[in-house]
């Protein structure tokens, strides 16, 4: 786990994203961020990362505005992925 605390910088700064994919040793760009805020999707894709955003429905629209692709339910991430 990794905390916007310990690095010292917050969302939308896509700083705890490139950080996270550093010390697991992946390419940011292959990674795939699972966000539920409008500051998160953007931090995701600042940092290049595909940006899936779980929301309702009513939030949905906002989300996708940001570059995230929208899904309802946790039963779908699979498939997302």
């Known amino acids: 786990m990794f905390s916007s ?8 700064a896509p700083d705890l994203f490139l950080y996270a994919a550093k ?3 992946v390419n940011a760009q292959l990674c795939t961020v699972v966000e539920d805020s409008i500051l998160g999707v953007r931090a995701g894709i600042a940092a290049g ?3 899936l955003g779980y929301s309702s429905q009513s939030e949905a629209i906002q ?5 995230a692709r929208v899904f309802y339910s946790m039963y ?3 498939d997302l992925l």
Do not use: F
């Open 76 to 78: 779908q991430l699979p």
């Open 23 to 25: 010390n697991l040793g």
């Open 49 to 51: 990362m595909k940006v």
């Open 63 to 67: 989300l996708e505005e940001c570059g």
């Open 5 to 12: 605390y310990e690095i010292g910088s917050w969302k939308p």
